[in-house]
């Protein structure tokens, strides 16, 4: 339970930060911007996926469809946010 609450601490935190941090990359493309955001975003996910890799053996990955259809949402979501705050 430790462990949630360590994660939603960590969640509000970066949520905080978040506009500051786009704000600042705004200068740049839109879509740039969203593609670093998102790539660093795989590395910090990475470690989790090699630990479930490492103690389960194998990954079901019946969830890609899924997976990939809300992010390509958010990824959209995302540049229209950054590119609001670059006109801003």
Excluded: H
């Excluded at 339970?1 to 500051?20: D, F, N, P, S, T």
């Excluded at 740039?32 to 479930?52: G, M, Q, T």
């Excluded at 990824?75 to 229209?80: C, R």
Aim: hydrophobic share 60%.
């Amino acid at each position: 339970m430790l462990i949630a609450y360590l994660a939603l601490a960590g969640r509000i935190i970066l949520v905080g930060c978040e506009r500051c941090f786009v704000k600042n990359l705004s200068k740049y493309d839109s879509t740039v911007v969203a593609f670093w955001w998102f790539f660093l975003a795989l590395l910090l996910y990475l470690p989790f996926a090699i630990y479930v890799w490492q103690t389960q053996g194998a990954i079901d990955f019946s969830f890609v469809p899924y997976t990939m259809i809300v992010t390509l949402i958010y990824a959209v979501a995302f540049v229209s946010y950054a590119y609001a705050l670059k006109i801003s």
